[in-house]
């Protein structure tokens, strides 16, 4: 089958298959007078230390000094360096310069009842690789457990996992709440919120036309044990949407996995909010949407 001439084919790697690892906002260089990381590179080669669990994965790849590598920042920056030196704990990078991508039009935040850790940290990968802007954990009425306190700390690993996995220059927001009357307050500046739950009759299917649409879609994603009537008049009487995930009973991570995938795919389709030809790489002047989360 031939493609329209305008029609880039999608499975390109903009990366150029650069190995990519992770460096904390607060360890980078100065970025300028104006604090803004957006396309520059700093006036003098800068040397970034990495260590720990980011020094064993350049070890793992083998990379020697003279080659390149890519550093994330979680919060949109991508800086070009070469290795300088690799050793048994740490390795040294020569930081050349960076650029900036700015946040997609289409932001999805899933808030997440309290589920086992084991599950919780292979969603908190998944949504690092689809593109999710946050991951709202809460406690629910009919949560397994409750909520260890460092719960959102927790999963920075498994998030720069997924990021780095696929490039992904924006980690999600992370907060936990211990009700689902955090989640409410805190969705009401959100532009969508969606209900998906599956035992509800004469709701529409969560589909294109309502995922991956431009602004900030908040989705409430139930404990294995189900909401409570208590949380789920509260959803409704916030004016949270009911959708239908299909006729099956999902785990809560499953279907916040299917939430995100749909939302990324939906924004990705052409004429979607951040859709994109292959050929086309984000720049430092591209236009996303611009601020914190609700």
């Not at 599950?119 to 990968?125: H, I, K, P």
């Not at 996992?161 to 409410?184: H, M, S, T, Y």
């Not at 602004?215 to 404990?223: A, E, F, L, Q, R």
Request: aromatic fraction near 8%; glycine fraction near 12%; hydrophobic fraction near 45%.
């Amino acid at each position: 089958m031939r493609r329209n001439a305008d029609e880039a084919p999608r499975d390109v790697d903009i990366f150029d298959g650069v190995p990519r690892f992770y460096l904390a906002p607060e360890c980078w260089p100065a970025a300028g007078p104006d604090g803004e990381a957006a396309a520059g590179a700093p006036p003098d080669v800068a040397e970034i230390l990495l260590d720990g669990q980011e020094a064993v994965h350049l070890r793992v790849l083998r990379l020697e000094p003279g080659e390149a590598a890519l550093l994330l920042d979680g919060k949109g920056r991508i800086g070009r360096c070469r290795v300088l030196a690799v050793g048994r704990r740490e390795a040294r990078l020569a930081l050349l310069g960076w650029s900036f991508v700015p946040q997609p039009k289409s932001r999805a935040v899933m808030a997440l009842a309290l589920s086992k850790a084991v599950r919780r940290g292979f969603f908190m990968e998944k949504a690092a690789e689809l593109g999710a802007s946050g991951v709202w954990l809460w406690q629910g009425d009919h949560s397994q457990g409750r909520f260890p306190e460092n719960a959102a700390a927790a999963s920075l690993g498994q998030l720069v996992a997924g990021a780095k996995q696929c490039g992904n220059p924006w980690l999600p927001e992370v907060r936990a709440f211990d009700d689902i009357g955090g989640v409410i307050a805190q969705a009401a500046g959100a532009d969508f919120r969606l209900l998906p739950w599956e035992r509800q009759e004469g709701v529409p299917m969560l589909e294109p036309g309502m995922a991956g649409r431009a602004g900030v879609t908040v989705y409430v994603i139930g404990p294995e044990g189900g909401f409570s009537p208590r949380e789920l008049a509260a959803l409704r009487e916030a004016a949270f949407t009911p959708v239908s995930l299909g006729a099956r009973i999902l785990r809560c991570e499953t279907a916040a996995a299917l939430c995100l995938g749909l939302h990324w795919w939906a924004s990705q389709l052409p004429g979607g909010p951040d859709y994109r030809p292959a050929t086309e790489t984000p720049g430092p002047h591209d236009t996303g949407t611009e601020g914190p989360l609700p």
